[in-house]
């Protein structure tokens, strides 16, 4: 107990599935955590669980002024920010023929320019103190998926912003540490309503079929933790793999 310690932490994307993992063990773990998300009724319901260490709020990552906004009230309420867990996202399964360029332009929105706008306030905040940006990527930034055309594009656009902005702070002197994490399958509602046809309880027995390709939230939040504290320290511009060897297989 105790990892993150006295630690600030801002998650966006809180109100259910990693996000909502991520806010709860990191509260365990003595963070002081601001969630929020677009559903703002499901974000309060998780800062009422954790207390009073949690402060919640709406937010939608693709506005700038809602940054602006989350980011100013952490300072205020906290005093500062030690770590950006960058998880909101919206996920749409459409290949190359079937993504309209309307369903393109939304997903990079959120995904995409969210992100940037997330590194750009975060590393304000922090850059005289130091801290942790926990990009959430995807497999999907690095193996190609047929289906997932413009969600692949733009979580190879967070990694490769997270690339760059691990280089930034370094030569800068900020001591902010960027890391981006790809799973290949979570099993969150988001993910499950787009498979119906899969059996959850089978989907994530890696002990019992090696092959299984989908992890639980509480995966994604240990690694989430790991990075968010000190024993992280030397790593930095990471491309963080979460996938049972996945991205290993010649498929």
Not at 100 to 127: P, R, T
Request: glycine residues 8%; charged residues 20%; aromatic residues 4%.
């Amino acid at each position: 107990m105790g990892r993150v310690n006295g630690k600030v932490v801002l998650v966006t994307g809180a109100a259910s599935g990693v996000g909502k993992e991520n806010a709860l063990l990191l509260a365990r773990e003595g963070a002081q955590v601001m969630l929020t998300d677009v559903n703002e009724e499901g974000v309060q319901a998780v800062a009422k669980e954790i207390g009073a260490s949690a402060v919640a709020m709406r937010h939608d990552i693709a506005s700038e002024s809602d940054w602006k906004k989350v980011v100013s009230t952490t300072l205020e309420k906290f005093g500062k920010l030690d770590v950006l867990v960058n998880n909101a996202a919206i996920l749409a399964m459409a290949s190359i023929e079937d993504t309209s360029l309307e369903l393109w332009q939304k997903i990079q929105k959120i995904n995409a320019d969210g992100y940037f706008l997330g590194c750009k306030f975060a590393v304000d905040a922090m850059k005289q103190n130091g801290g942790s940006i926990i990009n959430m990527s995807s497999l999907a930034a690095i193996a190609g998926m047929a289906h997932f055309c413009a969600y692949s594009a733009s979580k190879g656009s967070v990694t490769a912003l997270t690339r760059s902005v691990a280089a930034h702070c370094k030569q800068r002197g900020y001591k902010i540490r960027c890391n981006s994490i790809h799973p290949d399958g979570i099993l969150t509602p988001m993910v499950m309503n787009l498979m119906a046809n899969v059996d959850p309880a089978a989907a994530v027995e890696v002990q019992g079929d090696p092959m299984a390709r989908m992890c639980m939230p509480q995966d994604i939040s240990n690694l989430v933790l790991f990075l968010a504290s000190d024993e992280s320290r030397f790593i930095n511009g990471a491309e963080l793999r979460i996938d049972n060897g996945q991205s290993s297989i010649d498929v």
